[in-house]
């Protein structure tokens, strides 16, 4: 049996990773699932939050860190994850994000009395950018 598995992770911009991994995990609506080569096929929703790719050849330890902004996981032979957005750890702008974070912080303040549909899109930005920050400072699989 293979050791590794052929990832997409694709964007409604452009395909931001192709490779072969042994495993990537990321952040489902259930919580933290991991995939690897000959996983039983699946489709999960994913949530915002942390992916981590362990490529193929790397060490236990040795992972490629991004932010994703929900979509889905498609597994079977192969696996592809659609996403919003996605972003490398490298790649962050922390200041920007913890601005961001802060003025959806006091947004959401103001606004407490609005109504659950009112609040999602701000609330799913706050996850979004507390992620990001997460992410950027090495994610909870950093080495």
């Known amino acids: 049996m293979p050791s590794s598995v052929k990832l997409q992770v694709i964007t409604p911009s452009k ?10 995990i990321v952040r489902t609506v259930t919580g933290e699932e991991g995939f690897m ?22 060490g236990p330890k040795d992972f490629q860190i991004a932010c994703i902004a929900g979509g889905f996981i498609d597994v079977k ?4 994850i659609y996403t919003d957005t996605a972003e490398w750890s490298c ?14 912080e006091k947004w959401l303040e103001e606004h ?9 899109e701000p609330r799913h930005l706050l996850f979004k950018e507390r992620a990001r920050i997460k992410v950027a400072a090495g994610g909870i699989h950093k080495k």
């Open 91 to 104: 790649d962050i702008d922390v200041e920007r994000a913890k601005r961001i974070l802060n003025e959806v």
């Open 112 to 120: 407490k009395n609005y109504s659950p549909a009112e609040l999602a």
């Open 37 to 58: 080569a000959n996983h039983s096929w699946a489709c999960k929703l994913l949530d915002v939050g942390e992916m981590c790719i362990q490529e193929a050849g790397a």
């Open 15 to 24: 395909l931001f990773y192709e490779g072969d991994i042994e495993l990537v």
């Open 77 to 80: 032979e192969d696996i592809v």
